[in-house]
């Protein structure tokens, strides 16, 4: 059984920063990209950012380019986003998720298998 769990979430004010966390388990961490995507009530789930499964590609929504991070210790089975200069548009539930080796959009939510469930983020303006 896949789990992932994610924490780090909370209550921030306008240009604060917040890491969060997913540790990962059940499967060889390694070998599976992973992903963060956000949702606000009332619209889908919107893509943030991606990582392959050694580390050395990332991806982001050029909403958050420049302000958040995504980083993975494969090591400790986790993946990280830091979240910096952080605006009121980005409250919203953050999830992370596990997608195969085999995936080759990281953007698209279909590519992902395993999902988390979600911590909330809200920032205060």
């Known amino acids: 059984q896949v789990q992932l769990v994610e924490s780090g979430g909370g209550l921030v004010q306008a240009g604060g920063s917040l890491r969060l966390s997913c540790a990962a388990s059940g499967r060889t961490f390694s070998s599976y990209h992973m992903g963060w995507f956000r949702q606000t009530p009332g619209k889908g789930r919107e893509f943030v950012a991606a990582?392959?499964?050694?580390?050395?590609?990332?991806y982001s929504a050029d909403s958050v380019k420049g302000r958040f991070t995504i980083s993975r210790d494969n090591a400790k089975n986790t993946v990280y986003l830091q979240m910096n200069s952080l605006k009121h548009e980005d409250t919203a539930v953050y999830y992370c998720a596990s997608a195969p080796f085999s995936s080759v959009s990281l953007v698209d939510q279909r590519s992902y298998d395993y999902w988390g469930q979600g911590t909330q983020v809200t920032v205060s303006s």
């Open positions: 990582i392959r499964w050694g580390g050395g590609r990332t």
